[in-house]
Protein backbone atom coordinates (compact mmCIF):
# COMPACT_ATOMS: atom_id res chain seq x y z
CA UNK A 1 0.00 0.00 0.00
CA UNK A 2 1.32 3.53 -0.79
CA UNK A 3 1.48 6.40 1.69
CA UNK A 4 -1.42 8.10 -0.13
CA UNK A 5 -3.20 5.08 0.12
CA UNK A 6 -2.45 4.78 3.90
CA UNK A 7 -3.53 8.47 4.40
CA UNK A 8 -7.26 8.05 2.94
CA UNK A 9 -7.60 4.77 4.76
CA UNK A 10 -6.62 6.42 7.85
CA UNK A 11 -8.63 9.67 7.20
CA UNK A 12 -11.72 7.61 6.80
CA UNK A 13 -11.40 6.77 10.74
CA UNK A 14 -13.82 9.28 12.18
CA UNK A 15 -11.80 9.80 15.53
CA UNK A 16 -13.42 12.45 16.47
CA UNK A 17 -12.26 12.61 20.81
CA UNK A 18 -15.02 15.13 22.05
CA UNK A 19 -17.81 13.26 20.81
CA UNK A 20 -18.63 9.95 23.11
CA UNK A 21 -20.45 8.42 20.05
CA UNK A 22 -16.88 8.16 18.23
CA UNK A 23 -14.83 6.41 21.25
CA UNK A 24 -14.84 3.07 18.89
CA UNK A 25 -13.62 5.08 16.57
CA UNK A 26 -10.97 6.99 18.47
CA UNK A 27 -10.03 3.51 19.56
CA UNK A 28 -9.64 1.75 16.12
CA UNK A 29 -7.65 4.83 14.62
CA UNK A 30 -5.42 4.27 17.82
CA UNK A 31 -4.89 0.54 16.43
CA UNK A 32 -4.66 1.35 12.95
CA UNK A 33 -1.35 3.79 13.84
CA UNK A 34 -0.42 0.91 16.31
CA UNK A 35 0.25 -1.17 13.54
CA UNK A 36 1.54 1.23 11.40
CA UNK A 37 4.71 1.36 14.08
CA UNK A 38 5.14 -2.38 13.93
CA UNK A 39 8.22 -2.15 12.04
CA UNK A 40 9.58 -0.67 15.21
CA UNK A 41 11.03 -3.34 18.05
CA UNK A 42 8.99 -1.68 20.79
CA UNK A 43 5.11 -0.94 20.23
CA UNK A 44 2.67 -0.74 22.59
CA UNK A 45 -0.90 0.91 23.62
CA UNK A 46 -1.15 2.68 26.65
CA UNK A 47 -4.80 2.51 28.50
CA UNK A 48 -6.29 4.64 31.11
CA UNK A 49 -9.73 4.30 32.33
CA UNK A 50 -12.10 6.69 30.80
CA UNK A 51 -9.36 8.18 28.14
CA UNK A 52 -8.49 7.02 24.41
CA UNK A 53 -5.23 4.91 24.55
CA UNK A 54 -1.50 6.62 23.41
CA UNK A 55 0.59 4.65 21.14
CA UNK A 56 4.34 4.62 22.13
CA UNK A 57 6.90 2.77 19.83
CA UNK A 58 10.78 2.91 20.23
CA UNK A 59 13.81 1.83 18.74
CA UNK A 60 17.03 2.59 20.67
CA UNK A 61 19.28 0.30 18.52
CA UNK A 62 22.02 3.25 17.96
CA UNK A 63 24.16 3.75 20.71
CA UNK A 64 25.71 6.87 21.30
CA UNK A 65 23.45 9.00 18.45
CA UNK A 66 20.96 11.39 19.42
CA UNK A 67 17.24 10.35 20.91
CA UNK A 68 14.06 12.14 19.25
CA UNK A 69 10.77 11.61 20.39
CA UNK A 70 8.10 12.09 17.41
CA UNK A 71 4.74 13.05 18.61
CA UNK A 72 1.53 13.77 17.08
CA UNK A 73 -1.88 13.07 17.64
CA UNK A 74 -4.61 10.60 15.37
CA UNK A 75 -7.65 12.24 17.37
CA UNK A 76 -9.46 15.24 15.05
CA UNK A 77 -11.99 17.82 15.45
CA UNK A 78 -15.96 17.86 15.07
CA UNK A 79 -16.67 17.87 11.13
CA UNK A 80 -19.61 20.21 11.89
CA UNK A 81 -21.50 21.83 10.11
CA UNK A 82 -21.80 19.40 8.05
CA UNK A 83 -23.71 21.25 5.29
CA UNK A 84 -20.40 23.95 4.41
CA UNK A 85 -18.31 20.72 3.31
CA UNK A 86 -17.98 20.32 -0.36
CA UNK A 87 -17.65 16.03 0.27
CA UNK A 88 -18.45 14.17 3.10
CA UNK A 89 -15.47 14.78 5.79
CA UNK A 90 -14.17 10.84 6.45
CA UNK A 91 -14.82 10.24 2.69
CA UNK A 92 -11.53 11.75 0.95
CA UNK A 93 -11.58 13.39 -2.04
CA UNK A 94 -8.62 14.51 -3.97
CA UNK A 95 -8.41 17.48 -5.93
CA UNK A 96 -5.92 19.35 -7.79
CA UNK A 97 -2.53 18.13 -5.61
CA UNK A 98 -4.93 18.30 -2.37
CA UNK A 99 -6.24 15.83 -0.16
CA UNK A 100 -9.59 17.13 1.30
CA UNK A 101 -10.99 15.69 4.60
CA UNK A 102 -11.54 16.33 8.54
CA UNK A 103 -7.93 15.96 9.67
CA UNK A 104 -6.26 15.80 6.32
CA UNK A 105 -3.42 18.40 7.83
CA UNK A 106 -4.58 18.39 11.45
CA UNK A 107 -2.82 15.88 12.21
CA UNK A 108 -3.28 12.84 10.76
CA UNK A 109 -1.55 13.55 7.11
CA UNK A 110 1.67 15.20 9.59
CA UNK A 111 1.68 12.52 11.75
CA UNK A 112 1.69 9.76 8.66
CA UNK A 113 4.95 11.97 7.56
CA UNK A 114 6.87 10.74 10.50
CA UNK A 115 5.45 7.39 10.53
CA UNK A 116 6.60 6.60 6.98
CA UNK A 117 9.56 8.07 6.70
CA UNK A 118 10.92 5.16 9.86
CA UNK A 119 8.70 3.11 7.69
CA UNK A 120 11.32 3.78 4.27
CA UNK A 121 14.60 4.45 6.32
CA UNK A 122 14.16 1.12 7.81
CA UNK A 123 13.30 -0.70 4.49
CA UNK A 124 15.83 0.86 2.27
CA UNK A 125 18.69 1.28 5.21
CA UNK A 126 17.78 -2.19 7.67
CA UNK A 127 17.45 0.48 10.56
CA UNK A 128 17.40 3.84 11.81
CA UNK A 129 19.87 6.53 11.98
CA UNK A 130 19.53 7.57 15.46
CA UNK A 131 17.86 6.65 18.04
CA UNK A 132 13.79 7.14 17.91
CA UNK A 133 10.46 7.35 20.48
CA UNK A 134 7.09 8.01 19.35
CA UNK A 135 4.25 9.36 21.37
CA UNK A 136 0.97 9.78 19.85
CA UNK A 137 -1.78 10.32 21.88
CA UNK A 138 -6.04 10.53 20.71
CA UNK A 139 -6.73 13.50 23.19
CA UNK A 140 -4.75 16.43 21.52
CA UNK A 141 -8.28 18.32 19.97
CA UNK A 142 -10.23 17.65 23.47
CA UNK A 143 -7.78 18.02 26.30
CA UNK A 144 -5.03 15.96 26.12
CA UNK A 145 -5.78 14.55 29.80
CA UNK A 146 -4.18 11.32 29.28
CA UNK A 147 -1.16 13.00 28.01
CA UNK A 148 -0.80 15.36 30.63
CA UNK A 149 -0.89 12.77 33.57
CA UNK A 150 1.59 10.29 31.40
CA UNK A 151 4.45 12.16 30.22
CA UNK A 152 5.25 13.40 33.51
CA UNK A 153 4.76 10.04 35.42
CA UNK A 154 6.96 8.80 32.61
CA UNK A 155 10.27 11.01 32.22
CA UNK A 156 12.65 7.99 31.95
CA UNK A 157 10.39 5.78 29.63
CA UNK A 158 10.53 9.56 27.57
CA UNK A 159 14.22 10.85 27.79
CA UNK A 160 15.29 12.25 24.96
CA UNK A 161 17.36 15.37 23.53
CA UNK A 162 14.73 16.96 21.04
CA UNK A 163 10.81 16.12 20.35
CA UNK A 164 9.89 16.50 16.36
CA UNK A 165 6.34 17.84 15.64
CA UNK A 166 4.79 17.89 12.55
CA UNK A 167 1.52 19.93 13.14
CA UNK A 168 2.36 23.45 11.85
CA UNK A 169 2.66 25.48 8.88
CA UNK A 170 4.71 26.28 6.22
CA UNK A 171 4.38 30.01 5.93
CA UNK A 172 3.91 29.95 2.71
CA UNK A 173 3.67 27.54 -0.37
CA UNK A 174 7.02 26.52 -1.04
CA UNK A 175 8.84 27.98 1.63
CA UNK A 176 9.67 26.41 4.40
CA UNK A 177 9.17 27.40 7.95
CA UNK A 178 10.03 26.06 11.66
CA UNK A 179 7.85 27.68 14.08
CA UNK A 180 9.91 28.89 17.05
CA UNK A 181 7.53 30.09 19.06
CA UNK A 182 3.35 29.19 19.77
CA UNK A 183 0.79 30.85 22.12
CA UNK A 184 -0.60 29.07 25.11
CA UNK A 185 -4.14 28.90 26.14
CA UNK A 186 -7.11 29.46 28.65
CA UNK A 187 -10.65 27.44 27.58
CA UNK A 188 -13.45 27.51 29.39
CA UNK A 189 -17.12 28.41 30.11
CA UNK A 190 -18.60 31.23 31.41
CA UNK A 191 -21.63 30.01 33.56
CA UNK A 192 -24.63 33.17 34.01
CA UNK A 193 -27.84 31.91 36.17
CA UNK A 194 -30.49 34.61 36.34
CA UNK A 195 -34.20 33.50 37.32
CA UNK A 196 -34.98 29.61 38.87
CA UNK A 197 -36.58 28.82 35.33
CA UNK A 198 -37.50 30.33 32.09
CA UNK A 199 -40.07 33.19 32.15
CA UNK A 200 -42.87 34.82 29.70
CA UNK A 201 -41.29 38.11 28.65
CA UNK A 202 -44.07 39.80 28.39
CA UNK A 203 -45.10 38.81 32.07
CA UNK A 204 -41.89 39.13 33.60
CA UNK A 205 -39.85 41.45 31.08
CA UNK A 206 -38.78 44.64 32.66
CA UNK A 207 -38.26 43.38 35.86
CA UNK A 208 -36.97 39.79 35.71
CA UNK A 209 -32.68 39.68 35.12
CA UNK A 210 -32.02 38.23 31.55
CA UNK A 211 -28.71 35.78 31.22
CA UNK A 212 -28.30 36.38 27.65
CA UNK A 213 -28.48 40.27 28.20
CA UNK A 214 -26.04 39.40 30.99
CA UNK A 215 -23.65 37.49 29.16
CA UNK A 216 -23.30 40.39 26.79
CA UNK A 217 -22.27 42.91 29.19
CA UNK A 218 -19.52 40.64 30.66
CA UNK A 219 -18.29 39.32 27.31
CA UNK A 220 -17.64 42.94 25.93
CA UNK A 221 -16.66 44.09 29.54
CA UNK A 222 -13.78 41.66 29.00
CA UNK A 223 -12.59 43.40 25.57
CA UNK A 224 -13.25 46.76 24.02
CA UNK A 225 -14.25 47.77 20.27
CA UNK A 226 -10.06 47.93 19.12
CA UNK A 227 -9.72 44.25 20.07
CA UNK A 228 -8.04 45.06 23.55
CA UNK A 229 -8.75 43.32 26.23
CA UNK A 230 -9.29 44.92 29.57
CA UNK A 231 -9.34 42.59 31.82
CA UNK A 232 -6.95 44.20 34.88
CA UNK A 233 -3.32 43.33 34.57
CA UNK A 234 -3.91 40.90 31.95
CA UNK A 235 -0.95 42.46 30.22
CA UNK A 236 1.81 42.95 32.30
CA UNK A 237 3.72 40.20 31.55
CA UNK A 238 3.75 40.22 27.85
CA UNK A 239 7.20 39.88 26.17
CA UNK A 240 7.21 41.71 23.00
CA UNK A 241 9.10 40.21 20.05
CA UNK A 242 12.52 41.01 19.99
CA UNK A 243 14.04 43.46 17.45
CA UNK A 244 15.52 40.52 15.36
CA UNK A 245 12.19 38.74 14.97
CA UNK A 246 10.21 42.06 14.54
CA UNK A 247 13.02 42.43 11.64
CA UNK A 248 12.41 39.04 9.95
CA UNK A 249 8.73 39.40 10.67
CA UNK A 250 8.53 42.41 8.12
CA UNK A 251 10.76 40.37 5.28
CA UNK A 252 8.42 37.80 5.31
CA UNK A 253 5.98 37.76 1.52
CA UNK A 254 3.10 39.18 2.98
CA UNK A 255 0.35 40.49 1.43
CA UNK A 256 -2.42 41.81 3.88
CA UNK A 257 -5.05 42.64 1.69
CA UNK A 258 -4.68 38.78 0.15
CA UNK A 259 -4.71 37.33 3.66
CA UNK A 260 -7.72 39.53 4.60
CA UNK A 261 -9.65 37.93 1.23
CA UNK A 262 -8.50 34.64 0.58
CA UNK A 263 -7.82 33.05 4.17
CA UNK A 264 -9.67 35.29 6.69
CA UNK A 265 -12.52 35.49 4.00
CA UNK A 266 -13.89 39.16 5.44
CA UNK A 267 -14.57 42.68 4.81
CA UNK A 268 -11.76 43.51 7.17
CA UNK A 269 -8.97 42.52 9.72
CA UNK A 270 -9.86 43.72 13.44
CA UNK A 271 -7.52 43.90 16.36
CA UNK A 272 -5.53 46.20 17.76
CA UNK A 273 -4.58 49.47 16.52
CA UNK A 274 -0.85 49.72 16.07
CA UNK A 275 0.10 46.54 15.54
CA UNK A 276 0.98 44.43 12.53
CA UNK A 277 -0.70 40.86 11.61
CA UNK A 278 1.75 39.28 12.62
CA UNK A 279 2.09 40.82 16.19
CA UNK A 280 -1.50 40.52 16.32
CA UNK A 281 -1.62 37.05 15.44
CA UNK A 282 1.40 35.71 17.18
CA UNK A 283 2.78 37.81 20.10
CA UNK A 284 -0.36 39.35 21.04
CA UNK A 285 -2.89 37.50 23.68
CA UNK A 286 -6.52 37.23 22.26
CA UNK A 287 -10.28 36.56 24.00
CA UNK A 288 -12.37 34.57 21.35
CA UNK A 289 -15.93 33.93 22.11
CA UNK A 290 -16.86 30.17 20.52
CA UNK A 291 -20.10 29.84 21.01
CA UNK A 292 -22.81 30.94 23.08
CA UNK A 293 -26.00 28.88 24.51
CA UNK A 294 -29.07 29.75 26.50
CA UNK A 295 -33.25 30.02 25.47
CA UNK A 296 -34.77 28.93 22.66
CA UNK A 297 -32.76 29.00 19.11
CA UNK A 298 -35.34 26.77 17.73
CA UNK A 299 -37.57 27.49 14.88
CA UNK A 300 -40.47 29.70 15.14
CA UNK A 301 -40.94 32.02 18.37
CA UNK A 302 -41.15 31.49 22.06
CA UNK A 303 -40.83 34.56 24.24
CA UNK A 304 -38.65 33.30 27.42
CA UNK A 305 -36.35 34.60 29.66
CA UNK A 306 -33.88 32.00 30.13
CA UNK A 307 -32.50 31.49 33.16
CA UNK A 308 -29.04 30.24 32.38
CA UNK A 309 -26.61 31.35 29.44
CA UNK A 310 -23.34 29.85 28.74
CA UNK A 311 -20.59 31.04 26.59
CA UNK A 312 -17.17 29.36 25.76
CA UNK A 313 -14.70 31.66 25.36
CA UNK A 314 -10.66 31.25 25.27
CA UNK A 315 -7.56 33.15 26.26
CA UNK A 316 -4.71 32.74 24.20
CA UNK A 317 -1.39 33.27 25.64
CA UNK A 318 1.85 34.78 25.06
CA UNK A 319 5.15 34.30 26.39
CA UNK A 320 5.72 35.73 29.49
CA UNK A 321 1.80 35.00 30.63
CA UNK A 322 1.08 32.51 33.25
CA UNK A 323 -1.93 30.09 32.67
CA UNK A 324 -2.98 30.36 36.40
CA UNK A 325 -2.49 34.15 36.95
CA UNK A 326 -4.56 34.30 33.75
CA UNK A 327 -7.74 32.29 35.28
CA UNK A 328 -6.97 34.60 38.13
CA UNK A 329 -7.32 37.65 36.39
CA UNK A 330 -10.15 36.30 34.51
CA UNK A 331 -12.12 34.88 37.06
CA UNK A 332 -11.79 38.62 39.10
CA UNK A 333 -12.67 40.29 35.78
CA UNK A 334 -16.25 37.93 34.99
CA UNK A 335 -16.88 38.89 38.71
CA UNK A 336 -16.55 42.49 38.23
CA UNK A 337 -18.52 42.96 35.34
CA UNK A 338 -21.12 41.13 36.39
CA UNK A 339 -24.61 42.99 36.96
CA UNK A 340 -27.16 42.66 39.63
CA UNK A 341 -30.15 40.05 39.36
CA UNK A 342 -27.73 37.05 38.15
CA UNK A 343 -24.47 35.58 39.18
CA UNK A 344 -21.53 34.72 36.77
CA UNK A 345 -18.53 32.32 37.05
CA UNK A 346 -15.74 31.07 34.90
CA UNK A 347 -15.31 27.62 34.73
CA UNK A 348 -11.66 26.02 33.81
CA UNK A 349 -11.37 23.27 31.08
CA UNK A 350 -8.08 23.04 30.04
CA UNK A 351 -4.95 25.86 29.99
CA UNK A 352 -1.45 25.61 28.56
CA UNK A 353 1.74 28.15 29.41
CA UNK A 354 2.93 29.66 25.76
CA UNK A 355 6.06 28.19 24.39
CA UNK A 356 9.49 29.62 22.81
CA UNK A 357 12.38 27.28 21.14
CA UNK A 358 15.94 28.94 20.55
CA UNK A 359 16.27 28.79 17.04
CA UNK A 360 20.36 28.20 17.77
CA UNK A 361 20.11 25.25 19.34
CA UNK A 362 21.76 22.63 17.27
CA UNK A 363 18.88 20.56 15.83
CA UNK A 364 16.80 23.41 15.03
CA UNK A 365 19.73 23.94 12.98
CA UNK A 366 19.63 20.88 11.24
CA UNK A 367 15.91 20.50 10.67
CA UNK A 368 16.43 23.82 9.07
CA UNK A 369 18.83 22.73 6.68
CA UNK A 370 16.38 19.47 5.56
CA UNK A 371 13.84 21.45 4.73
CA UNK A 372 16.25 23.84 3.24
CA UNK A 373 17.42 20.56 0.57
CA UNK A 374 14.09 19.22 0.17
CA UNK A 375 12.21 22.71 -0.56
CA UNK A 376 15.66 24.43 -2.60
CA UNK A 377 14.79 27.39 -0.56
CA UNK A 378 15.77 29.73 2.94
CA UNK A 379 14.31 27.84 5.32
CA UNK A 380 11.72 31.09 7.58
CA UNK A 381 11.82 31.07 11.33
CA UNK A 382 8.09 32.03 12.78
CA UNK A 383 5.54 31.35 15.18
CA UNK A 384 2.10 30.13 15.51
CA UNK A 385 -0.83 31.80 16.54
CA UNK A 386 -2.01 28.40 17.89
CA UNK A 387 -1.97 26.25 21.09
CA UNK A 388 0.23 22.90 20.74
CA UNK A 389 0.59 22.33 24.50
CA UNK A 390 2.38 19.29 24.27
CA UNK A 391 5.16 21.88 23.55
CA UNK A 392 5.29 23.46 26.85
CA UNK A 393 4.88 20.05 28.44
CA UNK A 394 7.86 18.52 26.89
CA UNK A 395 9.82 21.63 27.92
CA UNK A 396 8.72 21.53 31.46
CA UNK A 397 8.62 17.95 32.53
CA UNK A 398 11.63 16.38 30.08
CA UNK A 399 13.73 19.60 29.83
CA UNK A 400 13.47 18.87 26.17
CA UNK A 401 12.92 21.59 23.06
CA UNK A 402 10.73 20.88 20.07
CA UNK A 403 11.24 20.95 16.70
CA UNK A 404 8.06 22.50 15.15
CA UNK A 405 8.64 20.83 11.35
CA UNK A 406 5.13 21.77 9.75
CA UNK A 407 4.10 21.10 6.24
CA UNK A 408 0.53 22.88 6.49
CA UNK A 409 -0.34 25.28 4.77
CA UNK A 410 -2.46 28.73 6.03
CA UNK A 411 -5.44 27.56 3.77
CA UNK A 412 -5.69 24.24 4.76
CA UNK A 413 -8.43 24.92 6.68
CA UNK A 414 -7.26 23.58 10.22
CA UNK A 415 -10.88 23.21 12.39
CA UNK A 416 -13.25 24.11 9.62
CA UNK A 417 -15.26 23.09 6.62
CA UNK A 418 -13.13 21.40 3.62
CA UNK A 419 -10.13 20.88 5.43
CA UNK A 420 -7.35 19.77 3.03
CA UNK A 421 -3.28 18.69 2.70
CA UNK A 422 -1.44 19.86 0.08
CA UNK A 423 -0.23 16.19 -1.19
CA UNK A 424 3.18 17.60 -2.53
CA UNK A 425 3.65 18.58 0.63
CA UNK A 426 2.86 15.28 2.18
CA UNK A 427 5.47 13.90 0.05
CA UNK A 428 8.48 16.69 0.43
CA UNK A 429 7.73 16.05 4.49
CA UNK A 430 8.36 12.52 3.99
CA UNK A 431 11.97 13.45 2.63
CA UNK A 432 12.47 16.15 4.85
CA UNK A 433 12.83 14.14 8.05
CA UNK A 434 14.11 11.20 6.21
CA UNK A 435 17.21 13.71 5.65
CA UNK A 436 17.12 15.33 8.60
CA UNK A 437 17.24 11.77 10.66
CA UNK A 438 20.50 10.95 8.78
CA UNK A 439 21.58 14.30 9.08
CA UNK A 440 22.23 13.24 12.83
Same mark, same amino acid.
Given at each position: ??????????????????????????????? #? &??????????????????????????? /???????????????? &????????? #???????? &???????????? =????????????????????????????????????????????????????????????? =???????????????????????????????????????????????????????????????????????? &??????????? #??????????? =??????????????????????????????????????????????????????????????????????????????????????????????????????????????? /??????????????????????????????????????????????????????????????????????
Amino acid at each position: MTPLEKLVEFLRIPSVSADPAHTPDVRRAAE #W &VAAELDVLPHVELIEAPGRHPLVYAES /LQAPGQPTLLLYGHYD &VQPPDPLDL #WNSPPFEP &VIKNDNIYARGA =CDDKGQTLILITALQQLLARDGRLPCNIKVLIEGEEESGGEHIEAFVPAHTEKLAADAAVI =CDTEMFAPGLPALCVGLRGIVYGEIHVHGPAQDLHSGVYGGVAPNPMMAMAEILTALKNRDGHITIPGFYDA &VRPPTPEEARA #WASLPFDEEHY =CQTEVGSPALTGEPGFSVFDRTWARPTFEVHGIRGGFIGEGSKTVIPAVAVAKVSFRLVPDQDPAVAVDQIKAAVAAATPKGVTAEFKLLHAAPPSSVDPSHPLIAKAAAA /LTESFGRETVYIRSGGSIPIVGLFRQTLGIPSILMGFGLPDDGLHSPNEKFHLPNFHKGIETVQTFLKSL
